[in-house]
């Protein structure tokens, strides 16, 4: 690991205006991927802005009936809110299907959303890789390609978002707020906060240098039946091949988001409509224009058979 400087914010607008005036700054909370990528050397910020005692950690009810959610709340303090297990059981059955006990005690939501892919061409600095040196290429395009993405891909980078808690929170309409360097407050609504590769993969959400998540926001709860199903090679501690977040009501109709297949959450509304219609009529319509390698083109299929589980479950 290389060396750093390190401080402590004291407000959220300061931990902005800090990472924005340093270079080569970044945020850290819980520290949970930042700090393996540094150690890798893949990650080499010349200094660390811990935002760890802003406040930023509490959930609370808000006017309309949603709920706001602290940028350092906890994975595990999240999953086991009585509102969120109640209201958004999806967000808990997804938050509960990533990583570790260890790990879900000390990531944050914030950091969660800004989790880096586990691509490993992205880990491997003896390989070309546009994510981590930009221009230099894409190992994944010739290489093995099995957990990497099939939709929303470009000639410059294949690999996905790896998480599980976004995934939730792109099925329910989730938002995110940010305070920016200069003190200006943002709301970003999850479907636009990550960043389709095209040929600047190494810029992944629509963030401006040294914007700090605050909080995220759930609108009213849905209703209906929550779901997530995630497809992996282990049973835990794997990141997913596949992953279905879906919300279906008494009517029969829904939404879905997918996982491990794309840069970010992958829902098309569209899809949404077809789901009265079938597994097989949802994932036409979501993945109508995936460009799968050879390695991967199971994903869809597998999504498919995924999500025909969730259905099934949601008529029994």
């Known amino acids: 690991m290389r060396s750093f400087t390190y401080e402590r914010a004291v407000t959220p607008a300061a931990a902005a205006a800090a990472v924005a005036s340093s270079e080569d700054a970044k945020f850290i909370a819980g520290g949970t991927n930042l700090l393996d990528l540094m150690k890798l050397e893949i990650e080499t910020p010349r200094h660390l802005v811990d935002v760890q005692d802003l406040g930023l950690d509490r959930i609370e009810d808000t006017p309309g009936g949603g709920l ?116 200006r407050e943002r709301s970003i609504p999850i479907a636009d906060f990550h960043r389709l590769w095209g040929d600047t993969p190494h810029i992944e959400t629509v963030l401006e240098p040294g914007e700090l998540i605050t909080a995220v926001t759930l609108p009213r709860p849905p209703g209906g039946q929550h779901f997530y199903h995630k497809v992996r090679d282990r049973r835990s501690y794997a990141f997913a091949l596949v992953s279905v977040a879906a919300v279906i009501l008494p009517d029969g109709t829904g939404r879905v988001a997918f996982g491990g297949v794309a840069p970010k959450p992958w ?17 036409r319509t979501a993945f109508a224009d995936a460009r799968p390698t050879e390695d991967n083109a199971f994903k869809i299929p597998l999504a498919e058979r995924t999500l025909a589980g969730v259905l099934a479950e949601a008529r029994s």
Not at 84 to 99: F, M
């Open 68 to 183: 706001r959610i602290g940028t350092l709340v906890t994975n595990t303090a999240l999953s086991a809110h009585p509102r969120v297990r109640r209201d958004y059981a999806v967000l808990t059955r997804a938050i509960q299907a990533g990583a570790s006990g260890q790990l879900r005690n000390k990531a944050t939501t914030g950091g969660n959303l800004l989790q880096r892919t586990r691509c490993a061409y992205f880990y491997d600095p003896n390989m070309p890789c546009n994510k981590r040196r930009p221009g230099s290429g894409c190992a994944a395009l010739g290489g093995h390609s099995r957990q990497l993405g099939v939709i929303g891909t470009s000639d410059a980078c294949i690999a996905t978002y790896p998480g599980d808690m976004a995934v939730a929170m792109r099925v329910l309409d989730a938002t995110v707020e940010t305070i920016t360097p200069e003190g």
């Open 267 to 283: 829902r098309s509304e569209a899809a949404d409509a077809q789901i009265r219609n079938g597994a097989a009529a949802v994932v």
